[in-house]
């Protein structure tokens, strides 16, 4: 179901309210550097001052107060349902845990952007590409097809020195893969 800037703000206050400190990492990156208005899906947030995984428990009990939905992602961290005006928003909770991977580098590097009246810090697109293209997976792919197609449209131009500084940030055996799947969609490096 389809949420407001005001929406995504508002739960985002709810997450740093609990005390978690996070950085964007899913869709929702690429959609706000387009300057969206009205987002779809789910908010995927790295959480960077704790283990989410250890913190389930906490979690749950949150969720059970504020009577939010309560559940996991595909690799066993905590997942909330939000209750907001517009409906609900499901907030996936990450670290690096099991296969999932996120080079500490690209989460230090995240950029800080204010959002009305809030600070967040998010990754850079092309670290989204990258790790989209790295994954693998075929919901990924069509995905990142949707994103890539997306970006064109808009006219967003890839910062390609971000792109290639940051594929550094990534163990050497991965790196061709990432370009060779990057390319078979269409960017041009």
Do not use: C
């Not at 400190?21 to 908010?43: A, M, N, P």
Request: without cysteine; hydrophobic residues 40%; aromatic residues 12%.
């Amino acid at each position: 179901m389809p949420y407001t800037l005001s929406s995504l703000v508002k739960v985002l206050k709810e997450i740093a309210d609990l005390g978690y400190d996070y950085v964007i990492i899913g869709d929702t990156v690429v959609y706000l550097e387009l300057k969206r208005k009205k987002f779809s899906g789910d908010l995927d947030l790295f959480i960077t001052n704790t283990s989410p995984f250890m913190e389930e428990e906490s979690i749950r009990s949150v969720a059970e107060e504020r009577k939010w939905g309560f559940g996991f992602t595909d690799i066993g961290t905590p997942r909330l349902v939000i209750n907001t005006d517009e409906g609900d928003i499901v907030v996936e909770f990450y670290e690096n845990i099991y296969d999932f991977y996120i080079p500490s580098e690209i989460l230090s590097e995240a950029r800080k952007k204010k959002i009305k009246d809030i600070d967040v810090k998010l990754i850079h697109v092309e670290d989204y590409l990258l790790l989209k293209a790295r994954a693998g997976a075929p919901e990924d792919y069509e995905k990142l097809v949707d994103i890539i197609s997306l970006l064109d449209k808009k006219g967003y131009k890839i910062n390609q020195r971000i792109l290639w500084h940051h594929l550094g940030f990534f163990p050497q055996d991965e790196r061709n893969m990432i370009i060779i799947r990057l390319k078979e969609l269409g960017l041009r490096l």
